[in-house]
């Protein structure tokens, strides 16, 4: 028994210092040793993880109706967590036209910046599959396009 609860332990302490990279090692020295910054969404494998969530086609072309779901999803829960942060419709409302107005630019780079940054004024991480298609500038160019279409139709929605 003491030999599982071990076992636990040690686990606990391997996921802590292997991070999201846990479930990709194979072997538990390449793991411990393994530097947390080689997975980014910059790096070599990142088209091959996004091919794998079904955000990149195998050309490596952006997966539209995937993205289109994605878009959907993260543009109303992040609309729910303004309402959760401020209470005010008003608030809410004002921070979503600024964000579209701020996200009307032709740099797709600034855009999902601005995005992130709007997550991080109300302490919420961005969602995993959005932080992988970071690194890819087609993905994000699609993703802020369709994030803020999908909040400004939130807002009109509420509105009529």
């Known amino acids: ?7 636990f332990y040690f686990l606990r302490a ?9 479930f990709l090692c194979l072997s538990e020295k390449r793991c411990l040793s393994m530097d947390r910054n080689l997975c ?3 790096d ?4 091959e993880r996004l091919r794998h969530m079904g955000l990149l086609t195998a050309e490596g072309t ?4 995937a993205l ?9 829960l992040f609309y729910d967590a303004l309402f959760n942060f401020y209470d005010d419709m008003g608030n ?6 600024e964000l579209a107005e701020r996200l009307g630019t032709e740099n797709p780079r600034r855009s999902f910046l601005n995005i992130c940054s709007a997550y991080d004024a109300i302490y ?9 298609m970071a690194g890819n500038l087609d993905l994000i160019a699609h993703f802020s396009a369709g994030f803020i279409k999908r909040l400004t139709d939130l807002i009109r929605q509420e509105a009529g």
Do not use: H
Request: contains cysteine; hydrophobic residues 45%.
């Open 1 to 7: 028994m003491s030999q599982i609860k071990s076992n």
């Open 14 to 22: 391997w996921r802590r210092t292997c991070g999201a990279g846990l």
């Open 40 to 42: 980014n969404p910059f």
């Open 44 to 47: 070599d494998s990142a088209p």
């Open 62 to 65: 952006p997966e539209q109706d």
């Open 68 to 76: 289109a779901v994605i878009e959907r999803l993260y543009a109303g």
């Open 92 to 97: 809410v409302n004002a921070i979503c036209l």
């Open 124 to 132: 919420l991480a961005i969602p995993e599959p959005v932080w992988w």
